[in-house]
T-cell receptor, first 115, second 111 residues
Framework: DGGITQSPKYLFRKEGQNVTLSCEQNLNHDAMYWYRQDPGQGLRLIYY???????QKGDIAEGYSVSREKKESFPLTVTSAQKNPTAFYLC??????????????FGPGTRLTVL | KQEVTQIPAALSVPEGENLVLNCSFTDSAIYNLQWFRQDPGKGLTSLLLIQSSQREQTSGRLNASLDKSSGRSTLYIAASQPGDSATYLCAVSGSARQLTFGSGTQLTVLP
């Protein structure tokens, strides 16, 4: 059963703590993405990776870090430097080819709340 | 920098009505445009993808159009049903395969 999984579904963090959100895909997609969604707003790109061991910053990368050691996995760490981390985090992936044919597929999301 | 705007922010219609959601973008140099559906607390479901060379795409009761030169897209929903109630997001793909999203239109279809 192919798809994108994110865990956990809900995550609570105390101020000053780092937390890591998991994203796994078994679609054999090359590219993976992390987005943040705040209430009533669209998605904003945090980081993306087009190939293993390579990733680039998106529009709001400050306070976040990622790694891409395996094609299937693209974990996101929310560090203590992120001043307002409470949000809904969405992971996506897209198949090889890019350009006009690039279609992104999304996971179910992780809701992070800072206590 | 690409900006995507969706109007209206919220829409409420009676069941059975045909409706149009609007999306506009500022930079016409796009690779494609995607329409997504998002249910509360859930991820995004891709509805339609229109390549930059295409004018429209259809899937069931949904029809999406693209006018690149004017920076506009519309999503037409025919014979709306209560199950269509959700937030609809449009996004445009630029260089490096990044998506820029609008803020969405929250649709409520009343039985």
């Amino acid at each position: 059963d192919g798809g994108i999984t994110q865990s956990p579904k809900y995550l609570f963090r105390k101020e000053g703590q780092n937390v890591t959100l998991s994203c796994e895909q078994n679609l054999n997609h090359d590219a993976m993405y992390w987005y943040r969604q705040d209430p009533g707003q669209g998605l904003r790109l945090i980081y993306y990776s087009q190939i293993v061991n390579d990733f680039q910053k998106g529009d709001i990368a400050e306070g976040y870090s990622v790694s891409r050691e395996k094609k299937e996995s693209f974990p996101l760490t929310v560090t203590s430097a992120q001043k307002n981390p409470t949000a809904f985090y969405l992971c996506a992936s897209s198949p090889p080819g890019g350009g006009a044919y690039n279609e992104q597929f999304f996971g179910p999301g992780t809701r992070l709340t800072v206590l | 920098k690409q900006e995507v705007t969706q109007i209206p922010a919220a829409l409420s219609v009676p069941e059975g009505e045909n409706l149009v959601l609007n999306c506009s973008f500022t930079d016409s140099a796009i690779y494609n445009l995607q329409w997504f559906r998002q249910d509360p607390g859930k991820g995004l479901t891709s509805l339609l993808l229109i390549q930059s060379s295409q004018r429209e795409q259809t899937s069931g009761r949904l029809n999406a159009s693209l006018d690149k030169s004017s920076g506009r897209s519309t999503l037409y929903i025919a014979a709306s049903q209560p199950g269509d109630s959700a937030t609809y997001l449009c996004a445009v793909s630029g260089s490096a395969r990044q998506l820029t999203f609008g803020s969405g239109t929250q649709l409520t279809v009343l039985p």
